[in-house]
């Protein structure tokens, strides 16, 4: 299938997704349970979003496989995985702040963003209203409009974006490594959610964006998006980001971001 009809289904289901993750915030919403730390949490909403995800993609593509944050891993058969979270932004969607999506990638390989090849992308924020698209080689767009990251700036000149870990023992290093990297940046944004960081720095909205503990469906469609808008995707010491860090901006930016981490031992 082409790489357009991909994201077309990726666009179509995460639209549809994001509206009803919308209307169950306007209805209510609670903690259902807690996951790696108590506070990394999991609400009805996030089942029930990614539920009607998998049933759609399981009628629109019988056969691909399936790896979503809420229910897990299943093999396909065509060599494709659809990579899900169904509200990255939790935390953001509990207080009613508008930084959520709905994130929703189609990759060929292993469903592992250190050797996969993704195809297509979209990430929908609905309280933002805005939907962001990309496929491999078709470019990255908001709503017609086509993706540019910024021209790169010297580090003490960018706007950094950076999520912290739900775990206390690795926020303690994040926060030693943030007190001396603020000093030698424009200034740090922490907006809470790993797929619209990367939407923004692939619409310019950032000069980088660098978090520890990504999984693979956090930054599957993000990341996709800031490469065709002409970015780079890393990891720190790998070509391809890892569960261990993400680092993502224009090419020169994340070198010299890249640098400041390993120096201040991210
Ligand atoms: P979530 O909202 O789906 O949990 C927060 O910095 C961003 O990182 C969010 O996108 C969050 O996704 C994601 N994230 C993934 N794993 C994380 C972890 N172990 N700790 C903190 N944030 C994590
Ligand atoms: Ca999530």
């Known amino acids: 299938m082409a790489h357009e009809d991909l994201l077309e289904i990726a666009r179509d289901v995460a639209r549809e997704a ?42 629109l593509r019988p056969g691909d496989g399936f790896l979503g944050e809420e229910s897990g891993a299943e093999r396909g058969t065509t060599g494709l995985t659809w990579v899900v979270d169904p509200i990255d932004g939790t935390v953001n969607y509990l207080y009613g702040l508008p930084n959520w999506s709905v994130s929703i990638a189609v990759v060929e390989g292993d469903p592992d963003p250190t050797t996969w090849t993704a195809l297509a992308g979209a990430v929908d924020a609905p309280a933002l209203g805005e939907l962001y698209t990309a496929s491999a080689g078709g470019g990255a767009w908001l709503e017609g409009r086509p993706l540019r990251v910024r021209e790169a700036v010297p580090l003490d000149r960018a706007l950094v974006a950076t999520g912290f870990h739900y775990t206390q023992a690795i926020r303690a290093n994040q ?60 990891g720190l010491d790998e070509e391809r980001p890892t569960n261990r860090m993400t680092i993502a901006g224009s090419a020169g930016v994340v070198e010299e971001l890249r640098a400041a981490l390993l120096e201040l031992g991210a």
């Open 18 to 59: 994001g509206e009803l993750a919308a209307r169950l915030r306007r209805e209510g919403v609670e903690v259902a349970a807690t996951k790696s730390s108590p506070i990394d949490i999991v609400t009805a909403a996030d089942r029930a979003t990614e539920d009607l995800i998998r049933s759609r993609l399981a009628d």
């Open 175 to 234: 926060a030693r490594v943030a007190q001396p990297l603020l000093a030698r940046v424009r200034d740090l944004r922490r907006a809470g959610g790993a797929a619209i960081d990367l939407a923004y720095l692939a619409a310019g909205r950032l000069d980088a964006y660098f978090e520890q503990g990504l999984n693979p469906w956090d930054q599957a469609a993000g990341a996709l998006l800031v490469q065709e808008a002409g970015g780079v995707v890393r």
